[in-house]
């Protein structure tokens, strides 16, 4: 069984950092997707970042530049490094993975992601 499951989030203030880490257990195939995504009640869920099967990495425009996502594949872990956090970076963020053991895949649309973790909630006060 494919089990995701995020830590590290938490209350900061504008300005500044935390990191997520998301392990993974279960997964077996070679070939994946995987990504962070956020979302708050009421909103449309969003990709933050995401490394797609070809190793690229995607970010949303509203975090490039601060934001920075990592796998390491021998401890399977995806991790998400936010710096100069705002509130509008206030959510709860979901880890999440594609399985494409046939071909290429990109994490989008969201809900093409095969597996998700509960998630982990990040608050950022100004």
């Known amino acids: 069984q494919v089990q995701l499951v995020e830590s590290g989030g938490g209350s900061v203030q504008a300005g500044g950092s935390l990191r997520l880490s998301c392990t993974v257990s279960?997964?077996?195939?070679?070939?994946?997707?995987m990504g962070w995504f956020r979302q708050g009640p009421g909103q449309e869920r969003e990709r933050v970042a995401s490394?797609?099967?070809?190793?690229?990495?995607i970010y949303a425009d509203s975090v490039k530049g601060r934001f920075t996502i990592s796998q390491d594949n021998a401890k399977n872990t995806l991790d998400l490094q936010m710096n100069d956090l705002k509130p509008e970076d206030s959510d709860m963020y979901y880890c999440?993975?594609?399985?494409?053991?046939?071909?290429?895949?990109?994490?989008?649309?969201?809900?093409?992601?095969?597996?998700w973790g509960k998630g982990t909630l990040v608050t950022i006060s100004s």
């Open positions: 999440a993975l594609e399985d494409c053991p046939f071909g290429y895949c990109s994490c989008w649309p969201s809900n093409a992601m095969d597996y």
């Open positions: 490394i797609d099967s070809a190793g690229e990495k």
């Open positions: 279960g997964y077996t195939n070679r070939r994946a997707c």
